[in-house]
Each structure stands twice: as structure tokens, then as C-alpha cells.
């Protein structure tokens, strides 16, 4: 549903709930007794009037913002955001994630760590708060060895940090670091709370890992074992599994990876 069908619904709800407010009681009640009520009910009224305004306010003050959104016209809404946050300087984080992934939706990862370059000066809290993304763009930006330099001092702090572990294993991975993977999914196939790391998690562990580290072949194939058995235990079918990478996949650290995640799902339910 459009953001401006959302907004005008919301509107006629709101409405409809302050009518059938003051009208009600007046039908049901009667004159006298309706007076009484909307006297002690006004205060709600108004609470909701003041919502509605205060909604509608902040709707036409970004609804350039959603229109974009909503046209997925990208080009366009980077140019809008980075006047907003580039030239005017509004280092807001909304406007920084959102930028930030429009920045990887057209492929540009080198304009994410100029954004992170501008930020660690203007405000470098920016940079914690979406340190996953800007993890990722060294990834795209083929920076492997930076990507796992960028994301080991986070491994613990980070409010991602299922998928900043998992994606430091992504870049050792490429790296063809292998020791370092496989330790960081054998800790995420046990320990991750998010499915979706687990589950990819085991399915690198017993379709790659085993492969490249013959020495660690029944290590990493216990630890894919554990893995599995926990994403099927909670998502017991392959619909189930379907339905949760859809709710993640409009997440940039999920859309990155969709065809892994397809793999996945097919390795956990063969």
C-alpha cells in the first residue's frame, strides 16, 4: 500500500472515531446525559485531533521522501537525501540508513564509505548505528580484508551483531581465509538467534568449509548438523523458512545475499 493511501486511511479512521464520538451519545443517551459525556470525553478528542495534525504535519513535510520511496525512482532519491544530509549537513540517521542503501541498490559502494569518511568527522555515532551496511559496502567494493579489519572490533558491541559476525565470515570467506569463517559459523550454527544466519551459517559450513578444511571436515559438519537441526526445530517447514527470508529480504544485510539464502533453504529441507 502507497504511504499517501496509508496517511488519507488513517485520516478517515481518526475521523469516523471523533464522529462517532460526539454523535453517539447523543442517540443513545439523550441530550442531557450526551452534554455530560462529551464534557468528561473532550480531552481524548482533542489528544486525537492533535495526533492527527501532528501526523498529517510530518506526512507533507517528507512526502517528497515518500513519493520516491514509492516510485523506487533510486537516482533521484539519493540526489534528494545527500541534499539533505551532504549539503545542508542533517546527519539524521533515517535519512544516513536510507541513503546509505540506496547507495548499495545502485550498486555504488565507494560513495558509502565517502558518506562514512564525511560522518567520522560530522558524527561518528552515525557510523556505529549502520555499521553493517557500511561493513557490506567494503564487501561490494571487493575490500575484503578491510570489510573483516572494519568488522572485528564489532563482533560484540555492534546491535547487529549476529550479522556482523556472520558477514565477517562472508569477507574471510572471499578472502579464502577459511580458518576464519569457519570459526566465526561455527559459533553463529550454535549461538545465532536469527534463523537466517544459522541456517546459512551450517549451509556453508557443511557445502564449502568441509571442503576447503579437510582437517576441520567433521568439526564443521557437526557444527552444520546443530544448525540445522535448530532452524528446522523453529521453522519446521520449507514454507515456514520461505516466509521469513521474505520478511527479511527487505533488509540490505538479507538482500545481498538472497541467492545464498535460496541455497540454504534448499540444503535445510533436502
Request: with cysteine.
Given at each position: 500500500?502507497?504511504?499517501?493511501?496509508?496517511?488519507?486511511?488513517?485520516?478517515?479512521?481518526?475521523?469516523?472515531?471523533?464522529?462517532?464520538?460526539?454523535?453517539i451519545?447523543?442517540?443513545?443517551?439523550?441530550?442531557?446525559?450526551?452534554?455530560?459525556?462529551?464534557?468528561?470525553?473532550?480531552?481524548?478528542?482533542?489528544?486525537l485531533?492533535?495526533?492527527?495534525?501532528?501526523?498529517?504535519?510530518?506526512?507533507?513535510?517528507?512526502?517528497?521522501?515518500?513519493?520516491?520511496?514509492?516510485?523506487?525512482?533510486w537516482?533521484?532519491?539519493?540526489?534528494?537525501?545527500?541534499?539533505?544530509?551532504?549539503?545542508?549537513?542533517?546527519?539524521?540517521?533515517?535519512?544516513?540508513?536510507?541513503l546509505?542503501?540506496?547507495?548499495?541498490?545502485?550498486?555504488?559502494?565507494?560513495?558509502?564509505?565517502?558518506?562514512?569518511?564525511?560522518?567520522?568527522?560530522?558524527?561518528p555515532?552515525?557510523?556505529?548505528?549502520?555499521?553493517?551496511?557500511?561493513?557490506?559496502?567494503?564487501?561490494?567494493?571487493?575490500?575484503?580484508?578491510?570489510?573483516?579489519?572494519?568488522?572485528?572490533?564489532?563482533?560484540?558491541?555492534?546491535?547487529?551483531?549476529?550479522?556482523?559476525?556472520?558477514?565477517?565470515?562472508?569477507?574471510?570467506?572471499?578472502?579464502?581465509?577459511?580458518?576464519?569463517?569457519?570459526?566465526?559459523?561455527?559459533?553463529?550454527?550454535?549461538?545465532?538467534?536469527?534463523?537466517?544466519?544459522?541456517?546459512?551459517?551450517?549451509?556453508?559450513?557443511?557445502?564449502?568449509?568441509?571442503?576447503k578444511?579437510?582437517?576441520?571436515?567433521?568439526?564443521?559438519?557437526?557444527?552444520?548438523?546443530?544448525?540445522?537441526?535448530?532452524?528446522?526445530?523453529?521453522?519446521?517447514?520449507?514454507?515456514?523458512?520461505?516466509?521469513?527470508?521474505?520478511?527479511s529480504?527487505?533488509?540490505?544485510?538479507?538482500?545481498?545475499?538472497?541467492?545464498?539464502?535460496?541455497?540454504?533453504?534448499?540444503?535445510?529441507?533436502?
Amino acid at each position: 500500500m502507497k504511504f499517501r493511501s496509508v496517511f488519507i486511511l488513517f485520516n478517515i479512521i481518526i475521523l469516523l472515531f471523533l464522529v462517532f464520538v460526539a454523535l453517539i451519545p447523543h442517540f443513545l443517551l439523550g441530550n442531557e446525559f450526551s452534554f455530560a459525556f462529551l464534557r468528561s470525553a473532550w480531552p481524548l478528542a482533542v489528544f486525537l485531533a492533535l495526533t492527527l495534525a501532528g501526523l498529517d504535519l510530518f506526512y507533507f513535510l517528507n512526502r517528497r521522501l515518500y513519493s520516491l520511496l514509492e516510485k523506487e525512482d533510486w537516482p533521484a532519491l539519493v540526489q534528494f537525501l545527500e541534499g539533505k544530509v551532504i549539503t545542508k549537513g542533517r546527519y539524521r540517521d533515517r535519512f544516513v540508513k536510507l541513503l546509505t542503501n540506496s547507495y548499495l541498490v545502485l550498486s555504488d559502494p565507494a560513495s558509502v564509505i565517502e558518506l562514512e569518511n564525511k560522518l567520522s568527522v560530522a558524527k561518528p555515532s552515525l557510523i556505529e548505528a549502520n555499521s553493517l551496511v557500511f561493513g557490506i559496502a567494503r564487501i561490494l567494493g571487493r575490500d575484503y580484508s578491510g570489510a573483516m579489519e572494519f568488522f572485528s572490533p564489532r563482533l560484540d558491541t555492534a546491535k547487529d551483531s549476529g550479522w556482523i559476525r556472520f558477514y565477517r565470515g562472508f569477507a574471510a570467506l572471499l578472502k579464502a581465509d577459511y580458518e576464519t569463517a569457519a570459526n566465526d559459523y561455527v559459533v553463529l550454527a550454535s549461538e545465532s538467534r536469527v534463523p537466517l544466519v544459522t541456517g546459512l551459517s551450517g549451509y556453508f559450513l557443511s557445502e564449502v568449509l568441509k571442503k576447503k578444511l579437510p582437517a576441520r571436515s567433521t568439526e564443521c559438519l557437526r557444527a552444520a548438523k546443530i544448525a540445522r537441526e535448530r532452524v528446522t526445530k523453529g521453522l519446521p517447514g520449507r514454507k515456514d523458512w520461505n516466509r521469513e527470508t521474505s520478511r527479511s529480504l527487505g533488509e540490505i544485510s538479507a538482500a545481498v545475499i538472497s541467492k545464498y539464502i535460496g541455497n540454504a533453504g534448499r540444503w535445510l529441507y533436502a
